[in-house]
């Protein structure tokens, strides 16, 4: 279903910002995505980085911390979050990898006996108890403990197809969801439980969005094995790089995801009042949008975009792998807006948070 078709037919889009150039959205032109920031305020700037990574401190993992940091600096990330299970017996050495190039931020994943969760900059030396399941009612307390820390809590792989990989807790203590999980289990880079918890978390979002209580997605490699860094990886919009920093970026849902450093996606949504990119909050005064994705690096691929009413709009991206597609609607129309890029297979290549529509007419 394509509703944006008959805004441009009848000619209401017409935002001076960012002028309409007609029917056609793929905007070959103006497809050079000159820095993935797109409407990054000065000071901001969008940082790479692996969110959920294990070496040989952690079961089943073979590269050391040493490796993986230089393979995350091969890859091109400017941070990583180092989240071994249940142990902190690495963190000396972790800390001692951060450098100017590229940020690591001690994490943990907490394998409980009824899913697995991860707990975002943590204290040097601090290990979140996993000793338990759903049926003690005791996760509160240890989600709390993270956010008194500071720290951001994620649902990890919520549909995993392993024994406890399967998350049986309710969400809504929880930050934020892991919808894509990387390919360590299986040669396949976007799998059926990815599907899943994407299908769980944009169920969610028209229910939750406008009352500003949804959460985020973001994607990360779950890294154990040698090549995998990366892949996806969770592109953030912060004001430095720094921990703090990237956790807020996170936490408040200013973030997308990659499915690897080669692929770039810039996702913004203007007005009269303004514009606005992924997990921020766009004043529309009643008027008309403009919602933008410029993306590369995805050959054949199809861009989507989504708002409450379910799938909008899609488009193909020619062999070369770029272009830009836009389309029209209002806050009436869309409480939000958010896209996806598939490749020619329908395994993700790119998504973004929502941005919100905020300004409905009364009618
Ligand atoms: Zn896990
Ligand atoms: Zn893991």
Avoid at 316 to 343: I, K
């Amino acid at each position: 279903m394509d509703t944006g078709d008959h805004l441009v037919a009848k000619g209401r889009c017409s935002i001076p910002a960012a002028p309409w150039s007609g029917r056609g959205v793929k905007d070959r032109e103006a497809s050079s995505v000159s820095s993935p920031a797109g409407l990054a305020a000065p000071g901001l700037r969008w940082y790479r980085g692996d969110l959920h990574v294990h070496s040989v401190y952690s079961h089943a993992a073979e590269l050391t911390p040493e490796q993986l940091a230089s393979e995350a600096r091969k890859a091109r990330l400017d941070f990583l979050v180092t989240t071994e299970h249940n142990s902190a017996a690495a963190h000396d050495i972790w800390r001692s990898l951060s450098s100017d190039d590229l940020l690591v931020i001690l994490g943990q994943e907490v394998t409980t006996q009824s899913g697995h969760w991860l707990a975002l900059g943590i204290e040097p030396g601090q290990v979140v108890d996993w000793r338990y399941g759903v049926r003690d009612e005791v996760i509160e307390e240890h989600v709390d403990a993270v956010h008194r820390s500071g720290g951001v809590c994620v649902v990890a792989h919520p549909y995993a197809s392993y024994r406890t990989g399967r998350f049986l807790y309710p969400f809504e203590d929880f930050d934020v969801l892991e919808v894509w999980n990387g390919s360590w289990k299986s040669d396949l880079p976007w799998q059926a439980d990815n599907e899943a918890a994407l299908r769980t978390w944009a169920q969610g979002l028209a229910a939750h969005l406008p009352l500003n209580r949804w959460r985020p997605s973001i994607g990360s490699s779950d890294t154990h094995l040698r090549g995998q860094i990366g892949s996806p990886q969770t592109v953030v919009l912060a004001e430095e790089l720094s921990a703090a920093a990237i956790l807020a970026g996170i936490r408040a849902g200013r973030c997308w995801i990659a499915g690897s450093a080669g692929v770039e996606l810039a996702f913004t949504a203007s007005a009269t009042a303004g514009a606005a990119g992924p997990g921020e909050r766009l004043r529309t005064d009643g008027r008309l949008v403009e919602v933008r994705a410029e993306v590369q690096g995805v050959p054949m691929g199809e861009v989507s975009l989504h708002t409450d009413r379910g799938t909008v709009h899609c488009e193909s991206l020619d062999a070369d792998g770029s272009g830009a597609v836009r389309w029209c609607t209002d806050a009436n129309e869309s409480a939000f807006v958010r896209v996806e890029v598939r490749h020619r297979d329908g395994a993700m290549a790119a998504l973004a948070n929502p941005v919100t529509l905020a300004g409905r007419r009364r009618t």
